[in-house]
């Protein structure tokens, strides 16, 4: 049996015109701008700290490009459309901050770079996670266990100079949201949380004991 064969058998690609396919990149391609725009603005002093917290950090990035993902027509689709996103999204962001704001951050530029240029791969199987089978509740829980684990780091988010702790809670229950909104949504059968939860909390435990994501993300804004 080839791979094609048994991923077919996780999720069937469903049909599309290819004005549907144009109308769909062209959608991620705005929705990328103006996320990029708005994540750029609201990280300027005596902004509303709560935007700033949620824009500067991977969560939403991962929350918005699992939506992509998991609702595009076919995996293919999906990786075009994700690296579409993030690629306006990039070129939004550092396009005001070089032009506007005359900084030029290349370290930022070349990680964030490299992820965009990964993204397709990761959009392709993230396709699945809306599918049946173990492997798709596997793939499922990985942006939940993200979610987790940057959710609860938040609790760590606030140097004692900062006067924002009281955003805390608040900032937890939007990843709480988010999380609920990925487990409830995503999967055709509503009650594939109860796999899907365990595996994301074994993962959030084990990766959070290992600081995988400290080790990735290390020093960058968009992680702790």
Known sequence: MSLSHKLNQIR???????KQKVVSIVTAIIIGAILGLAAKLVDTPNMNPIFDN????LGIWVFVATLLSVFSSSPKLAS???????????????VYTVLVLHFFPRKEIMFWGICALVSPVCAYWMWYARGKGWLSSFIMALPITALLIEG????????????????????????LGMILILLFNIPKKKMKFI????????????????????LIFG??????
Do not use: C
């Open 195 to 214: 796999y899907v939860l365990p595996i994301a909390l074994i993962l959030s435990i084990i990766m959070s004991y290992f600081n995988v994501f400290g």
């Open 219 to 224: 020093g960058m804004n968009g992680f702790l």
């Open 54 to 57: 949620i824009g500067g950090r």
């Open 12 to 18: 069937g690609v469903n049909p599309s015109t290819t």
């Open 80 to 94: 075009v459309k994700i690296f579409s996103f993030f690629a306006s999204m990039l070129a939004v962001y550092y």
């Open 152 to 175: 609860v780091q938040l609790r760590h988010a606030f140097l004692p100079i900062h006067t924002h702790y009281y955003l805390i809670p608040y900032l937890m229950g939007i990843y």
